[in-house]
Structure formats: structure tokens, C-alpha cells
């Protein structure tokens, strides 16, 4: 059975604060790292993807992906209360379809 | 343009009733998914279509009947569903399966 795994949360940052959410993957041979933010009654929105181990960083977002330890982060930060949504993990190997985390819910308070 | 479309934005039904929820996308993608997401659940895979071709069922009744007429577009039709049936639709695309995908807004279903 493959799985992806994430805290539930709520995790609460206040502003300005960095807001560190994490991913653990059991498929060993997955490929490929996503990060989706959905904020409540929308869809999800694609917001960060890795492929390689290492660290990745598009603004104030950074993924970090460590496949020996079957591993998946995401960091914000400067986090801000517009950051506040769900922020769901997903994890593929090729051939395959997405598998996702149940999501972590992020508090940012002002 | 990372633009999926979904109509309606929202739908009720009876449990009687045929409906068909719309997709349609114009990035090139040659993968299209639907989902079905309740609430507070992550979303949860129902079709994949790859170039045209039902790829993946996941055991989905067969009160849901998917169809992707040409590359741009697919279609989900449904009929006799049940109130358990009420959830959002999410389509979503990707360049091929199952690279990043892009979702749509979503139709809110909602069968009484």
C-alpha cells in the first residue's frame, strides 16, 4: 500500500514567522514531489514541484526533498494569513497516478 | 496559461435525474483526470484518460461515466447517483500522466 503522510495540523504560525510542513512517502521508487495549496471551498492550486534531492525555492516557498530518507518539506517563509489554507503532499512514480497526503492545515495569525 | 475550466460551478440533482459535469483545457496536455473530493479529505482519484484512453477506473460505480470526446475536452456523466454522491468535482490536466497537474475550479455537486 502506497502512502503518503502529513500531519493533520492545525499548525499556527504567527506573521512573519517561517511555517515548516512536512511529507513522508513510503514507495521508495517515487519520482516525482508536489505541493498543493487549497484554500477551503476551492481547488487545489499547484504551488511547488521537485524532482531531485536538494533544495528548491520560488519566492518565499523552498521544497526540500531528501529520497534516502523518503522525505518531503515545505518551508514559507514570511508567512502571512493569506498563506492560511490546507497544503496537501503528492507523491508519483512513473506509470502511476498521484497518491495524496490528507493535508496539513496552516494557521497564519496576524 | 495553466487554465482548466469546469461547468457548471455548481449543481443539484435528484437521484433520478442525468447530468454531465464539462471540462475543458487548451495547454497542449495530453492527461486529463477527474477527482472527487469531500470535505476536510484530500482529493481522490476516479478516471485518468492519456491520449484520448481510459487509463485508469479506480472501481468508481458505473453510475459515473466518463468520456473525453477529443484531447482538450472531457466529460462526466452521471446518473442515479445517491445523497453520499454530494462532492466537489475536480478535473485536472497534465502534459502527460502523471506529471504536474492542474485543476480546475471544481463543480459542487450536490444529489438530493
Known amino acids: 500500500q502506497k502512502e503518503v503522510e502529513q500531519n493533520s495540523g492545525p499548525l499556527s504560525v504567527p506573521e512573519g514567522a517561517i511555517a515548516s510542513l512536512n511529507c513522508t512517502y513510503s514507495?521508495?521508487?517515487?519520482?516525482?514531489f508536489f505541493w498543493y495549496r487549497q484554500y477551503s471551498g476551492k481547488s487545489p492550486e499547484l504551488i511547488m514541484s521537485?524532482?531531485?534531492?536538494g533544495d528548491k525555492e520560488d519566492g518565499r516557498f523552498t521544497a526540500q526533498l531528501n529520497k534516502a530518507s523518503q522525505y518531503v518539506s515545505l518551508l514559507i517563509r514570511d508567512s502571512q494569513p493569506s498563506d492560511s489554507a490546507t497544503y496537501l503532499c503528492?507523491?508519483?512514480?512513473?506509470?502511476?497516478?498521484?497518491?495524496f497526503g490528507k493535508g496539513t492545515t496552516l494557521s497564519v495569525s496576524s | 496559461d495553466t487554465e482548466v475550466t469546469q461547468t457548471p460551478k455548481h449543481l443539484v440533482m435528484g437521484m433520478t435525474n442525468k447530468k454531465s459535469l464539462k471540462c475543458e483545457q487548451h495547454?497542449?496536455?495530453?492527461?486529463m483526470y477527474w477527482y472527487k473530493q469531500k470535505a476536510k479529505k484530500p482529493p481522490e482519484l476516479m478516471f485518468v484518460?492519456?491520449?484520448?484512453?481510459?487509463?485508469i477506473n479506480e472501481s468508481v460505480p458505473s453510475r459515473f461515466s466518463p468520456e473525453c470526446p477529443n484531447s482538450s475536452l472531457l466529460n462526466l456523466h452521471l446518473h442515479a447517483l445517491q445523497p453520499e454522491d454530494s462532492a466537489l468535482y475536480l478535473c485536472?490536466?497534465?502534459?502527460?500522466?502523471?506529471?504536474?497537474?492542474?485543476f480546475g475550479p471544481g463543480t459542487r455537486l450536490t444529489v438530493t
Open positions: 485536472a490536466s497534465s502534459h502527460e500522466a502523471p506529471s504536474e497537474q492542474y
Open positions: 514507495d521508495r521508487v517515487s519520482q516525482s
Open positions: 521537485i524532482y531531485s534531492n
Open positions: 503528492a507523491v508519483n512514480q512513473a506509470g502511476t497516478a498521484l497518491i
Open positions: 495547454m497542449g496536455h495530453r492527461a
Open positions: 484518460y492519456s491520449y484520448e484512453k481510459l487509463s
